[in-house]
């Protein structure tokens, strides 16, 4: 029996992590400055430069450590801990888990008040068309 360990590929860690955040490759590669070619590889490699490490993972939302210790199991022990106990604390009448992200509510209404002000800016120079 080999007690050798099994070295962790960071590429694929970055990949699985990509995904599970719903980012494409595109996306990641413009929030670091690069293009989706050069992601690509980055995920096929099994060690990634440390300085290209951090910027992907402040793009990402982890931190290096997440990108270099990511496994699929603690995902899901975490998942299904996550949803034991937001079944119990509801059987309690608790609940204090947001059912969404607090910051895309704000870029969504940020989003539309812009619109709003767009709308109302095309309204007034059709005003003044007009006279």
């Known amino acids: 029996m080999s007690t050798t360990t099994k070295s962790k590929h960071i590429g694929r860690n970055i990949s699985r992590i990509r995904e599970l955040k719903g ?3 595109e996306a990641l590669a413009q929030a670091i400055g ?3 070619q050069a992601i690509s590889i980055i995920e096929n490699s099994e060690t990634v430069d440390k300085e ?4 992907i993972a402040k793009a990402l939302g982890v931190t290096v450590e997440a990108l270099e ?3 699929e199991e603690a995902v899901f022990n975490f998942f299904n801990n996550f949803y034991d106990n937001s079944s119990i604390s509801g059987a309690q ?3 204090n888990s947001c059912t969404f992200n607090p910051l895309d509510k704000v870029v969504e209404l940020y989003e539309r008040l812009v619109q709003a002000e767009k709308d109302k800016n095309e309204y007034l120079e059709k005003l003044l068309k007009g006279k």
Do not use: T
């Open 23 to 25: 980012m494409k490759q």
């Open 34 to 36: 690069s293009n989706q």
């Open 52 to 55: 290209k490490l951090v910027e």
């Open 69 to 71: 210790n990511f496994s």
């Open 93 to 95: 009448g608790i609940n």
